[in-house]
Structure formats: structure tokens, C-alpha cells
């Protein structure tokens, strides 16, 4: 039997492996001249290889249609992508959050253990050719034709094109027109794990990058926390990123309402900048600084408490004189500094365009995929894996678990 994968990224080449390992012929196209593009710069270029927490918590951390992929992860598990890249040469490493990563820190030998498993497997890989449409008779599959004019005939495609995001790598949504052309729907595609925008405040402080801070977003008009997490962010010129950003995206794009309320200035993210201390323990650390500056300038006192490029904004917003003495502040003027470092409040204004999304929400609907096998429920010998289907999860892994689980059991039905 000839089974035809297009699209060279981790879903897909898991998907070829797992196919040619039960004895089907495989052949792996890429409309990029190697593999693994995307794969390349996930983790920053380390590769956030998966989550070490226990498969059964991974549906937990797929806000994107998560219950959908309960037979792909326990078909291909954390520890199943773990040994195959043990049993090519590369260790592994968990970090803090879970995350997996190769001892190397190189996202390039994950992926030359993909390729050698490729090549014991007899895969044949064509580079540099694009699939223009998928052949079918009776709703069964007979080939596909590629941008070159071949006619490659086969019994079965797996579809593992990826998603809208992170074009430069080829993910420009290519899969979802030939899903369409075959009478599959594509829901809506929008950009998730994606950077947000917000009020001009932040592009003082572009650059800076805050660790160990606790974040929350908060729906104003509801007076109701949407997604609350600890650990690293990021302002830019256009608003805000990093980690706990990003994995708040999913949650935000799935709010009801979300884009009336961001247009209407209504959903507004916190940041506690010591999340260590508390309000008490706080106002004791501002006193004895206070102590050691009491002659200085307000705006001169802040540089042991706080990151040089936040102080500026801090001092504005706290409506303390930056030219008033310290021993001169009010203890209700400390107060407010005090509310205002563990409450820090940021306008949220809308998404980043969902090229710049690390993942894509929306794709090829799943009722109709049997979740069981991944293959398609209208036509016969088709089947998808990866991001072109309607499933997204945060950051941490997941999303690479989600390729290989779905690849894996594509490929082996």
C-alpha cells in the first residue's frame, strides 16, 4: 500500500515513520527545500521537546478541543518521543514547568534523530514540491498531484501541513484549501499562544523583560479573573509577550465577547512585580529603603527595588513628585506605591496578527475526523495530524505532543 504525507514538520514525519514502520510505502513531501523548519525554532531554537507531566494532565493543558485527543495520547506518549530520541544518540533534560528539553539545548539534533529514523525506515522524502490537489473517487483516495505536474498515485494521505502561523516556515495554510477542495470544513483560524497588544504605557518600557512575576486578566466589566499564571513576560513596542502572555492568549481568544470588550477598554492585566512579598512585607522593604535614601529625590530611590527601564513608568503613575524628597512622602502616598507594584494594570487592546501566533487555533473541524484513527469521515484513505486540525494547546510542549500522538496514529492506521 502507498501512503502519500504532506508536509515535513514533526506531525507529518512522525506520521512516516510509524507508516513505514507496519510495512506501508511511504513517500514524504515538503514544499521546503529540508525538514523540520518550524521544529528549528521552537523553544528558541532548544526545542521545547514535550511536558514531563503524566499523560493524563496533557488534555488539561489543551484548552483547543483538548477531549478530542484522548486516543492519540495514549496511542504515542511523552516517553514514547523520549525513547525514540534516546535510541538515536540524544538525552534529554526536564526544566522548570515541566518542559523537556535535549541535553544539547539544539533543536537541530531533535531533529536529525527524526530524519535518521526516517531513513531506517526507508522513507522517501521529496523536498522543493508543493501538493497542488489531493485526487479522489468515490470518496475514496487514488493520488495527488504536485506544483511539478506529477501524478503520484496512492491509497492513503495523511495531511500534516500545519497551521497559519510562523509562515516564513511554510505553515501559510496551504493544507486547510486542500481539506476544503475534498468538502472539509475549516473553522475559524485564529492565532493562539500569540503576543498582545496594549496601551502605548508599554512601549516606555520595551525590552524589559520581567521574571517571577504573577500575572492576572481580569474581564472589568464582569469584575472576573480570566487566566491567572507565574513566571516570565515581556514589553514590546506593540504591547506585551513572553511565556505567561503567550499562554494566556488561548484563554483570552476563547472568552466570550472578548473583542467587543477589548475594544471597549475592558479587559486589563495585572502584574505583581514581588510576588514574593506581601503588602505588609512590602511596605517594610520601601521603609528601609526609604531610610537609606531619605535625603535623595524620589525619583533616585526605587533602584534597588525595581528594574531601571519600569521606574520611570512607576514614578508617573504613582503621582508622586519625582523631585520630592523621600523623608517628605506621605504614608498614604507610600501606600499607593505599594498598591501600584503589586497591582501594576495594563489596558489590553487586541492580538498580534495570527502570523505572529506560535500556534493556530481553528483548522479542519473534528467531527469530522474519527478521533480514533485520525482519518477523515467524508473521504475514504485521508487523514490529518497536527496543527491543521482544530486543536491547540498551551505552550510548554504540548503542542509538539499534539504532533507526534497525531502523526503516530495517523501513520499507524
Known amino acids: ?35 523540520g523548519k518550524k521544529l528549528l525554532i521552537t523553544g528558541k531554537g532548544r526545542c521545547n521537546i514535550t511536558s514531563s507531566l503524566d499523560m493524563s494532565e ?47 539545548d539544539k533543536a537541530q539534533d531533535v531533529l536529525n534523530c527524526l530524519i535518521k529514523e526516517l531513513k531506517k525506515n526507508n522513507v522517501n522524502v521529496k523536498t522543493n514540491l508543493e501538493v497542488t490537489e489531493i485526487a479522489s473517487k468515490d470518496k475514496k483516495i487514488t493520488g495527488v498531484y504536485l506544483d511539478n ?41 485564529r492565532g493562539s499562544i500569540i503576543p498582545l497588544t496594549a496601551e502605548k504605557l508599554c512601549q516606555q518600557m520595551q525590552g524589559l523583560s520581567l521574571k517571577n512575576v504573577k500575572i492576572h486578566i481580569k474581564d472589568i466589566e464582569k469584575n472576573k479573573i480570566i487566566y491567572e ?30 473583542y467587543e470588550l477589548l475594544n471597549k477598554d475592558k479587559i486589563k492585566l495585572y502584574i505583581d512585580l514581588k510576588p514574593a512579598l506581601t503588602e505588609e512585607e512590602l511596605d517594610i522593604r520601601i521603609r528601609r529603603d526609604f531610610e537609606e535614601f531619605k535625603n535623595k529625590d524620589f525619583k533616585n530611590s526605587l533602584d534597588k527595588l525595581l528594574p531601571q527601564k519600569i521606574i520611570e513608568t512607576i514614578i508617573e503613575l504613582s503621582k508622586i513628585v519625582p523631585n520630592k524628597k523621600v523623608n517628605e512622602i506621605t ?15 495594563i489596558t489590553l487592546k487586541g492580538f498580534r496578527p495570527v502570523e505572529e501566533a506560535i500556534i493556530t487555533a ?52
Request: with cysteine.
Open 1 to 35: 500500500m502507498k501512503t502519500i504525507i504532506i508536509g515535513g514538520g514533526p506531525a507529518g514525519m512522525i506520521a512516516a515513520i510509524s507508516s513505514a514502520e507496519k510495512g506501508e510505502t511511504v513517500t514524504l513531501i515538503e514544499k521546503n527545500s529540508s525538514l
Open 58 to 104: 496533557f488534555i488539561n493543558n489543551v484548552p483547543g478541543n483538548g477531549r478530542f485527543l484522548f486516543s492519540s495520547f495514549q496511542n504515542y506518549t511523552n516517553q514514547d518521543i523520549i525513547d525514540l530520541l534516546k535510541r538515536n544518540g540524544l538525552e534529554v533534560k526536564n526544566e522548570r514547568g515541566n518542559r523537556v528539553f535535549p541535553v544539547t
Open 149 to 189: 505536474g506529477e501524478f503520484l498515485a496512492c491509497s492513503k494521505v495523511i495531511l500534516a501541513t500545519g497551521g497559519k502561523s510562523y509562515q516564513v516556515t511554510g505553515s501559510d495554510g496551504s493544507g486547510y484549501k486542500l481539506a476544503k477542495k475534498l468538502g472539509h470544513t475549516i473553522t475559524e483560524i
Open 229 to 258: 499564571d507565574f513566571g516570565e513576560m515581556l514589553f514590546t513596542h506593540f504591547g506585551v509577550s513572553g511565556p505567561t502572555i503567550l499562554s494566556s492568549s488561548a484563554h483570552l481568544i476563547r472568552y466570550k465577547n472578548v
Open 331 to 345: 504614608r498614604e502616598e507610600r501606600k499607593n506605591l505599594i498598591h501600584l507594584i503589586k497591582n501594576f494594570e
Open 362 to 413: 481553528g483548522g479542519v473541524s473534528i467531527k469530522e475526523i474519527n478521533p480514533k484513527t485520525m482519518e477523515s469521515k467524508i473521504i475514504s484513505g485521508l487523514y490529518f495530524a497536527g496543527e491543521i486540525i482544530d486543536v491547540d494547546a498551551y505552550t510548554g510542549g504540548f503542542n509538539l505532543q499534539i504532533a507526534y500522538s497525531t502523526g503516530y496514529t495517523a501513520g499507524k492506521n
